[in-house]
């Protein structure tokens, strides 16, 4: 296997036990008076500083920020063992999740030689953690276990560290998914609004069929294999037919399968391949900052979930009008800033390394 989808994989690991903590500390105070301050707190401390702490990494910073993430999401599951204040409890647990953010996206992508897919892989398993995290929760499961849980992430950590290569600089300018023929402001601030309509609509989208706890399992599966899936697509068939797809595709499957799961499951998972594509897109402008590129993702998540945090829409056809009409611009955006063919047409001399027997744990 080669070293970048090894470590991608390895962080999708640490992304899904990072979620489990994090959501099942956020679980824990749903009947809290305080909750919409807390959850609020929650998503501005864990998106919005991502970009600062991935410039400093781009500066040279040589910390261990995964590491030390999981340090403070341990602290955080103390704290609420021993019923210390909230908010304390949710701001370590969110600036640990921030930490471990950034310090895997940085990672996933020096690590690859202009591909995508490990990228995607680590993301999307933060689906997978959000929904166990908060079942763990929901039932009553004790923060001891929890614990367990989240020691285990230091194990993929150091093992990742080992899987470095020494060509990180050459490998983030093999990004060539953006139409080139854009300034690099325009390209980056067309697809933080596209990021922004994605994490808007993953709260609008129709799902009247979710009823169950087996149902929403369902529901963050689809999200998490989507993004993942937008990341191989990326690179194998080109940004803008994935584009395309995650979109155009996506549409008719998430307004008319509000009543009816299968149907509304296909749209979803095709509308979170759109992840891939915007961080491909902002990474190929600011390749030697890829923590930065990442940070300007987080930001569009936060602006797009914000809305929430003050009025939800409850009828189903304002939902689903919406929906096409924030698509539309999408679409257009997408289908100008994406690059025609696919980054690999563009980069085929740069081959990246297979890993030696050595070279995995």
Known sequence: ????????????????????????????????????????????????????????????????????????????????????????????????????HIHGAELTLRSSAGKIAPSAVFVSGGSFGVVTGKLLSSHGVAVPWILGLNLLTFVPILLAERLKTDNEEENLDSYHFSNEKLNAVTVIALATFVVAVRAYMGYGIPTSWNKTELQTVALYCSMGVGKGLGGILTDKIGIRLTALI??????????????????????????????????????????????????????????????????????????????????????????????????????????EPQAQKGDQP
């Open 1 to 100: 296997m080669k070293k970048s989808n090894l470590t991608g994989l390895l962080y999708f690991i640490i992304h899904f036990l990072v979620e489990i903590t994090s959501f099942y500390v956020l679980t824990c105070y749903i009947k809290s008076p305080y909750v919409w301050g807390l959850s609020l707190l929650y998503d501005f401390a864990a998106f919005v500083p991502q970009g600062f702490f991935g410039w400093l990494r781009d500066k040279g910073l040589r910390v261990n920020f995964a590491f030390w993430g999981t340090v403070l999401t341990t602290l955080s599951l103390v704290l609420l063992n021993f019923n210390v204040n909230a908010f304390i409890t949710v701001i370590a647990v969110s600036l640990g999740n921030c930490l471990v």
């Open 246 to 351: 995650s979109t155009v595709g996506a549409l008719p499957f998430m307004i008319f399968g509000s009543d009816v799961m299968e149907v509304s499951l296909i749209g979803i998972a095709s509308f979170s391949m759109t992840m891939a594509v915007t961080l491909a897109l902002i990474v190929s402008r600011l390749p030697r900052h890829p923590g930065v590129a990442f940070g300007f993702t987080t930001v569009g998540l936060f602006l797009g979930t914000l809305p929430f945090f003050f009025f939800r829409i409850q009828s189903v056809l304002t939902n689903s009008i919406i929906i096409t009409a924030l698509t539309v611009p999408c679409v257009i955006i997408l289908w100008l800033i994406c690059a025609k063919k696919p980054s690999a047409a563009v980069n085929r001399n740069h081959i």
